[in-house]
């Protein structure tokens, strides 16, 4: 078992430019979580996911951030353009019933 | 609604001594009860979950935490703190049963051991 796989590990862009990151969940596992997290908000759940349908997206900030998920093993988040105050670790979480999340190594995002 | 509340957002304590992490929930239906911990640079890894029956669960690194229905509290305990303990800790609650559920953070705690 490869765990969550995320990529990029880091992604540093300029302001204005698209951004798009990688995850792949757990084989098997059938919902799928995208949260931010950063030093003044802490975790914020963005998006999820089950069995490829998008659930609940109210914690996406804004119209720039778009998710999708063509595939039970494959997500992306999609940021269009980019702004600074988008810099945060992304992380991505899989869930196959209820033995509780398992998260990626996640993706720093900086944009300058 | 779920969510949970983490009082004290730096823990310090010295190598050896009694962790003690506060969590309390708050949940409308029987909740599932979580700890996660962040080591830096990493993700978050599951320590330990409280789904139903016994009310003291084990987890990883010799870390426990006792569900209080009384009280609403899921606080997480160690005995003895280690260097390697040091770390961010995030208590989570869902609804119980079974099927697709969301997971609700606290804001987290940050552990610090001093020699």
């Known amino acids: 078992d490869a765990g969550v796989i995320q990529s990029p590990r880091h992604e540093v862009t300029e302001m204005g430019q698209e951004v798009t990151l990688r995850c792949k969940p757990i084989?098997?596992?059938?919902?799928l979580f995208w949260y931010r997290q950063t030093m003044m908000r802490g975790l914020e759940l963005l998006i999820y996911?089950?069995?490829?349908?998008?659930?609940?997206d109210s914690g996406m900030p804004e119209d720039r951030f778009s998710a999708k998920m063509p595939n039970a093993s494959f997500s992306t988040l999609k940021i269009q353009p980019s702004e600074p105050r988008d810099s945060a670790v992304y992380f991505c979480?899989?869930?196959?019933?209820?033995?509780?999340?398992?998260f990626g190594s996640g993706t720093r995002l900086t944009v300058v | 609604a779920q969510s949970v509340t983490q009082l004290g957002s730096h823990v310090s304590v010295s190598e050896g001594a009694l962790v003690l992490l506060r969590c309390n929930y708050s949940?409308?239906?029987?909740?599932?009860l979580f700890w996660y911990v962040q080591y830096p640079n990493q993700g978050l890894q599951l320590l330990l979950k409280?789904?139903?029956?016994?009310?003291l669960v084990k987890g990883i690194n010799g870390f426990e935490a006792e569900f209080k229905k009384s009280e609403t509290s899921f606080h997480l305990t160690k005995p003895s703190a280690h260097m390697s303990d040091a770390a961010e800790y995030f208590c989570?609650?869902?609804?119980?049963?079974?099927?697709?559920?969301?997971?609700?953070f606290g804001t987290g705690t940050r552990l610090l051991v001093s020699p």
């Open positions: 979480a899989s869930n196959g019933g209820f033995r509780g999340y398992t």
């Open positions: 084989s098997g596992h059938n919902s």
């Open positions: 996911f089950n069995n490829n349908v998008p659930i609940d």
């Open positions: 949940s409308s239906v029987p909740p599932y």
């Open positions: 409280y789904t139903t029956g016994a009310t």
């Open positions: 989570a609650v869902s609804k119980g049963g079974t099927g697709f559920q969301k997971l609700v």
